[in-house]
Antibody, heavy 122, light 108 residues
Framework: HVQLQESGPGLVKPSQTLSLTCTVS??????????WTWFRQHPGKALEWIGYSYYSGATFYTPSLESRVTISLDTSRNQFSLRLKSVTAADTAVYHC??????????????WGQGTLVTVSS | EIVLTQSPATVFLYPGERATLSCRASQSITNFLAWYQQRPGQAPRLLIYEASIRATGIPPRFSGSGSGTDFTLTISSLEPEDFAVYYCQQRGDWPVLSFGGGTKVEIK
């Protein structure tokens, strides 16, 4: 049974760096079957894709955040992380990690973490 | 950038009724369209991918159809747990993903 769990500070000051970790159980981040992905959801708003990292080292980011975001895999701890620098109040959101199928045969096994609220405030 | 427009924004239905939700893409995405369900306080759950394939564990009352720019999610008979927000997501602009604004299905 696959589980993903986000962790990290719930409060970040403006201009600082938001750092979150997703711990994966029941699967390996070294698997080529999934993209290890971060999404976010502003309060009361729609979902937004942030980016993903693949076991090969490839990363893809949404254009609007590309200059501020880094997603990386830690295969020794079976985790992946999100770093978002120079945050503002507009980055206040619930952040979800997820495994997204890399091809059709595993697309249906997509799994999300419960999410963690990050508030940007001084 | 591909924009997804969902309609209606909110729909009021009775349990047991049929729900028909629409998602329109600003340009063709062939069949690279997914549907998600989000209940209050919960993570989104993948229901349908590649326009019409049910994800693992999704009951058959959920079905998807469409191709190109127009897509539909149908719930054949609403159960109490189906009252939630539904989002469509496109993967046709690979590697970029984007979501529609959501449709809320509320109890009448």
């Amino acid at each position: 049974h696959v589980q993903l769990q986000e962790s990290g500070p719930g409060l970040v000051k403006p201009s600082q760096t938001l750092s979150l970790t997703c711990t994966v159980s029941g699967d390996s981040v070294n698997s080529g079957r999934f993209y290890w992905t971060w999404f976010r959801q502003h309060p009361g708003k729609a979902l937004e894709w942030i980016g993903y990292s693949y076991y090969s080292g490839a990363t893809f980011y949404t254009p609007s955040l590309e200059s501020r975001v880094t997603i990386s895999l830690d295969t020794s701890r079976n985790q992946f992380s999100l770093r978002l620098k120079s945050v503002t109040a507009a980055d206040t959101a619930v952040y979800h990690c997820a495994r997204v199928g890399a091809y059709s045969e595993v697309r249906g096994d997509e799994t999300w973490g419960q999410g963690t609220l990050v508030t940007v405030s001084s | 950038e591909i924009v997804l427009t969902q309609s209606p924004a909110t729909v009021f239905l009775y349990p047991g009724e049929r729900a028909t939700l629409s998602c329109r893409a600003s340009q063709s995405i062939t069949n690279f369209l997914a549907w998600y369900q989000q209940r209050p306080g919960q993570a989104p759950r993948l229901l349908i991918y590649e326009a019409s394939i049910r994800a693992t564990g999704i009951p058959p009352r959920f079905s998807g159809s469409g191709s190109g720019t127009d897509f539909t999610l149908t719930i054949s008979s609403l159960e109490p747990e189906d009252f939630a927000v539904y989002y469509c997501q496109q993967r046709g602009d690979w590697p970029v993903l984007s979501f529609g604004g959501g449709t809320k299905v509320e109890i009448k």
